[in-house]
């Protein structure tokens, strides 16, 4: 029996370590995060306190020299916020190499609404903050680009983790009922497409998600010795008294019938 537990273990552990940057949206949601200083594409600092303004806010995170996922997550964002009043939008570089004026050119190529913030978070202050959040990401020296996830994240006026969205296009309804709940005290998440997510690995050079083989391929590895476990130990025995049952009608149907 002993033996039969080790593929278990094994597919459990693969299961694991093959979430790669997903960031674990249940773990968060509820959570209060840090009240760090930022700096702001004028060169002043803010705490995050004072980019929200006692509103709702709106938190992404991008890099300025990113040229795919980014984009697309400031369009997703104006969309879905054009009829969402009471927030405070903030795009969060985590480029500790980029300056303010790499976020005054990054406005101005993209076309990002000026009420907006734009600011960016160096040393222990981003460490904080993106612990606080678990947005994760690494640097990718063969594209010059960071490999992360797409994240639109809920803050509520007291800096409470109230909802949070994953990928680039973020549903105008859904939104606004976040918001809503944020203002409200409330907290809601999607733990099925989180879920969903562990199956896919983020490119970060077509900025989308691809079906990660390898974790299909780990899953599957595990499951395979299971399912044997499973029918050597319940199922071998139900599908042969079955077996067993309809040979015995056979037989004692055709001896009736001569």
């Given at each position: 029996?002993?033996?039969l537990?080790?593929?278990?273990?094994l597919?459990?552990?693969?299961?694991?370590?093959a979430k790669?940057l997903?960031?674990?949206?249940?773990?968060?949601?509820?959570?209060?995060?840090?009240?760090?200083?930022l700096?702001?594409?004028?060169g002043?600092?803010k705490r995050?306190?004072?980019v929200?303004?006692?509103?709702v806010?709106?938190l992404?995170?991008?890099y300025?020299?990113?040229s795919?996922?980014?984009?697309?997550?400031?369009r997703g964002i104006?969309?879905?916020t054009?009829?969402?009043?009471?927030?405070?939008?903030?795009?969060?570089?985590?480029d500790?190499?980029?300056k303010p004026?790499?976020?005054?050119k990054?406005?101005?190529?993209?076309?990002?609404?000026?009420?907006?913030?734009?600011a960016?978070?160096?040393?222990?202050d981003?460490?904080?903050?993106?612990?606080?959040?678990?947005?994760?990401?690494?640097?990718?020296k063969k594209?010059?680009?960071?490999?992360?996830?797409?994240?639109l994240?809920v803050?509520s006026?007291?800096?409470r983790v109230?909802?949070?969205?994953?990928?680039?296009?973020y549903?105008?309804?859904?939104?606004?009922?976040?918001?809503k709940?944020?203002?409200a005290?409330?907290?809601?998440?999607?733990?099925?497409?989180?879920?969903?997510?562990?199956?896919?690995r983020?490119?970060?050079?077509t900025?989308?998600?691809?079906?990660?083989w390898?974790?299909?391929?780990?899953?599957?590895?595990?499951l395979?010795?299971?399912?044997?476990?499973?029918?050597?130990?319940?199922?071998?025995?139900?599908?042969?008294?079955?077996?067993?049952f309809?040979v015995?009608?056979?037989?004692f149907?055709?001896?009736e019938?001569s």
């Open positions: 029996m002993a033996p537990l080790v593929p278990l273990l597919s459990l552990l693969f299961y694991t370590n790669d997903s960031p674990d949206a249940e773990k968060v949601i509820g959570r209060y995060v840090p009240d760090v200083s700096t702001l594409e004028d002043s600092v995050l306190s004072e929200s303004e006692g509103k806010l709106l992404s995170f991008i300025t020299k990113c795919s996922a980014c984009p697309m997550i400031v104006e969309e879905a054009r009829d969402v009043r009471g927030v405070k939008v903030l795009l969060l570089d985590f500790e190499r980029d004026k790499d976020l005054k990054f406005r101005e190529l993209k076309g990002i609404k000026g009420d907006w913030v734009l960016l978070a160096k040393g222990k981003l460490e904080r903050l993106t612990e606080a959040v678990d947005f994760k990401f690494f640097y990718d594209t010059d680009m960071f490999a992360h996830p797409s994240v994240i803050l006026p007291d800096l109230s909802a949070y969205f994953l990928g680039v296009s549903e105008k309804g859904k939104l606004k009922k976040a918001v709940g944020a203002y005290g409330e907290i809601s998440q999607n733990p099925i497409k989180s879920l969903l997510l562990i199956c896919f983020y490119d970060p050079v900025g989308t998600y691809t079906v990660d390898s974790f299909v391929a780990m899953v599957l590895g595990g395979i010795p299971i399912s044997g476990m499973l029918y050597y130990l319940f199922l071998r025995n139900f599908f042969r008294s079955i077996y067993d309809m015995n009608k056979s037989l149907s055709g001896g019938r």
